[in-house]
């Protein structure tokens, strides 16, 4: 079998306040195979971001194992997580985390500007890109001439440029109306299907879990339910 994208052995958040201490995450084992397109729900507090952050590598666990790509980076230096980071991983986020007064085809290019890619290849990936989520008729425009649906899009597309292992986005709809919400899952659902693009969604949303293949649910830090179709009962029964 091959290697999966994300491998994850007993995974331990603990964050600690005083005298008393938070879990967070509370022994976390899972696997995400190339190609799968996963949401992460669970009510409020149930370790989604958590997990997200630490599959992101934005943070670090308490104790557990983590592969990336069959990779240990379990334990590795700030600037090693951020070399990986920035090759192999793309991020999406509820509030777009644009930058303002710089336009949507020059968002898109930054990826590629760090990864030191010359001028025209950047210009011309960005522009494929932003066609790709159809926005391309707004390439020259800055956020604050964006519709939100439209700012996602483009963050969408910043998120595909290094062509990276995953792709993690936490509450992307969160911000958006139902009308854009749909269009934005409809867009990841064909990048996983048309172009293999691996997935993870954080949302307490089942309409925005129901389009991925596979549905992990947490309650307490810790995984209760992990199906190719989220079950009714496993959403009513954590309060969704
Ligand atoms: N930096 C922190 N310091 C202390 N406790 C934290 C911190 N971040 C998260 N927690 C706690 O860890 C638990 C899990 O939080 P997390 O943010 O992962 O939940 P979530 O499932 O993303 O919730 P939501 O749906 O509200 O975004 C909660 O009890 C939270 O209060
Ligand atoms: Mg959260």
Do not use: W
Request: charged residues 20%; negative net charge; contains cysteine.
């Amino acid at each position: 079998m091959a290697t999966p994208i994300v491998d994850v052995r007993n995974l331990c958040k603990y964050y600690e306040h005083g005298e008393s201490s938070t879990v967070a995450l509370d022994g976390v084992t899972l696997q995400i195979e190339a190609g799968d397109f996963v949401a992460v729900a669970g009510p409020s507090g149930s370790g989604k971001s958590t997990f997200m952050h630490i599959i992101g590598l934005l943070d670090e666990p308490s104790s557990g194992q983590y592969f990336l790509e069959g990779q240990d980076v379990s334990s590795l230096s700030d600037d090693a997580r951020a070399d990986i980071r920035s090759r192999r991983l793309g991020f999406v986020f509820q509030s777009y985390n644009l930058l303002a007064r710089t336009s949507a085809l020059e968002n898109v290019e930054l990826p590629m500007l760090y990864a030191g890619i010359g001028s025209a290849e950047r210009h011309r990936q960005a522009l494929e890109e932003l066609r790709v989520v159809g926005v391309e008729d707004v390439a020259s425009h800055s956020s604050n001439q964006m519709s939100g649906g439209q700012q996602q899009r483009v963050a969408i597309a910043r998120s595909l440029v290094n062509n990276p292992a995953l792709v993690l986005a936490d509450e992307p709809t969160g911000a958006l109306d139902t009308k854009s919400s749909k269009e934005i899952m409809q867009i990841f659902t064909r990048l996983n299907e048309e172009r293999g693009v691996t997935i993870l969604v954080v949302t307490h949303e089942p309409s925005v879990a129901a389009y991925a293949k596979r549905v992990i649910t947490f309650r307490d830090g810790r995984v209760i339910a992990d199906g190719s179709h989220a079950k009714t009962e496993d959403l009513e029964t954590v309060g969704l």
